[in-house]
């Protein structure tokens, strides 16, 4: 019999079970997201809808620290299990450095950086893609919803 390669390095990814996305579109998604928000939170919320086109927000609505929020102000920030991530999820399916959301002008978008698990946007794998209000970013265990100003007409 044959004995296993002790020098071997073991690594599987994780299939996390994709559900659907909140209501199917970014209105009704924040809908929710602001009709089961506490006041403090919805407050908040608001300011990043009526606010500057500088800043933007993900909130965990599904999943572990379900309520967080993160406030995104600057060109990158580093979302992971690394604690010096400004968005830290600390759990095994998530990398240490797994996703950054850019910020390039007024848009902003997510990029995956290789991560083992992948990142999700609506459902749907991403390496780099737009970010607008409503969509629900998925990472390991963690469902968070983005929320960006409105548009000025």
Do not use: C, W
């Not at 979302?79 to 399916?93: A, E, K, M, Q, Y």
């Not at 991403?126 to 390991?140: C, F, K, P, R, Y």
Request: no cysteine.
């Amino acid at each position: 019999m044959n004995k296993p390669d002790s020098n071997g390095e073991l690594t599987s990814t994780l299939h996390l079970g994709l559900r659907s996305v909140v209501d199917g579109s970014p209105e009704s998604a924040l809908n929710a997201l602001l009709s089961s928000a506490s006041d403090a939170d919805r407050l908040a919320i608001t300011a990043i809808i009526e606010g500057p086109a500088d800043r933007a927000m993900v909130v965990i609505h599904r999943g572990p620290s379900k309520g967080a929020r993160f406030l995104i102000d600057s060109g990158e920030v580093a979302i992971g299990r690394s604690v010096d991530s400004p968005i830290f999820l600390d759990d095994v399916t998530v990398s240490r450095r797994h996703a950054v959301i850019v910020k390039d002008e007024q848009k902003f978008s997510i990029k995956d950086q290789g991560s083992l698990n992948g990142t999700y946007l609506n459902n749907q794998s991403v390496l780099n893609s737009l970010l607008t209000t409503g969509d629900e970013i998925q990472i390991g265990k963690f469902h968070m919803l983005f929320v960006a100003p409105k548009k000025s007409k």
